[in-house]
């Protein structure tokens, strides 16, 4: 079988199972089988595949024919330009992320000796992208999973961060050691969905993606109530809160933080023109 018939054949198959964007997940998984960038397979339609490239092939299709997510089968994906390694320990980052990673690294940029906390790490992507983007930025990274620190340890160091970044196990703030802070940006994409909710999500997200990194509470808030509650004691003067969240959350948002003495400077939107990232400072 060819390179061609090969990707014929497997964008037939899962657009039998429903998968959105066969063809192009069909030439990703086969790339990631040759270990050849994805544009050079058009340059090699002919080659014939080995047996053992057919049953790899073959068993990564079956895999995502299942549901299961494109990342977690090639085993990384790409957050701000950086390869980031993902596994069912870790939330696979959304490309909406890579706009709050940016936003915070803009203000560290502007901001002497800064210094950030990411909470809820998952595979480390917002740290690791806030040190490389902003070097002289120190930061701490937490999460209560200690699988998930261990991807986001691996991901800091195969970008040469590790050294700038210090990893916190830990479901809450109160877990920081007493010499680390306070902070110039307090950074989160934590977790938003009603509980009653989960359920309902794409196969990729609800049986794939940890709980943990979803479960936001009975309305998706209770995260959101517990930074407003204890970030500000951790910011240092003019420092920032900056936190995504889901669809049609901005106003329950927006009132929590109020509620806790907190300025909302500024409502980013999505690449949808959605609501997506909100910004506050202490009063």
């Known amino acids: 079988m060819t390179v061609l018939e090969s990707i014929q054949k497997s964008t037939e198959f899962l657009q039998k199972k429903g998968i959105d964007s066969p063809r192009l997940h069909a030439e990703l998984l086969l790339a990631h089988v040759l270990r050849l960038p994805r544009m050079k397979l058009y340059l090699a339609f002919e080659r ?3 047996a053992p ?3 790899a092939l073959r068993e990564s299709v079956r895999r995502r024919a299942l549901r299961e997510p494109l990342q977690h089968i090639v085993g990384t994906t790409s957050f ?3 390869e980031i390694s993902v596994n069912r320990h870790t939330l696979v980052p959304r490309p909406e992320t890579e706009l709050l990673a940016e936003a915070g690294w803009t203000f560290l940029a502007q901001t002497s000796s800064p210094s950030a906390l990411d909470f809820g790490t998952g595979t480390g992507c917002i740290a690791i992208a806030l040190a490389s983007k902003c ?4 930061v701490a990274a937490l999460d209560v999973s200690p699988d998930a620190l261990l991807v986001a340890q691996a991901n800091a160091e195969r970008h040469c961060v590790a050294d700038r970044i210090q990893f916190v196990p830990g479901s809450g703030l109160e877990a920081l050691p007493p010499d680390v ?3 110039d940006l307090i950074i989160s994409n934590p977790p938003y969905i009603p509980s009653s909710e989960i359920e309902t999500l794409e196969p990729e997200v609800r049986d794939f993606d940890p709980r943990l990194a979803l479960d ?4 998706g808030l209770d995260f959101y109530r517990r930074l407003a509650n204890e970030a500000g004691a951790l910011l240092k003067p003019q420092g920032k809160l900056m936190v995504e969240f889901g669809d049609g959350q901005c106003d329950a948002i927006h009132n929590i933080c109020s509620a806790q003495k907190w300025i909302v400077d500024e409502i ?3 690449y949808t023109r959605r609501q997506r990232i909100l910004i506050a400072r202490r009063e």
């Open 48 to 50: 014939v595949l080995t």
């Open 80 to 82: 701000c330009g950086f």
């Open 135 to 138: 070097p002289a930025a120190r």
């Open 53 to 55: 490239e057919t049953d």
């Open 268 to 270: 980013r939107e999505d």
């Open 216 to 219: 936001g509470g009975t309305d």
């Open 181 to 183: 802070g306070p902070f």
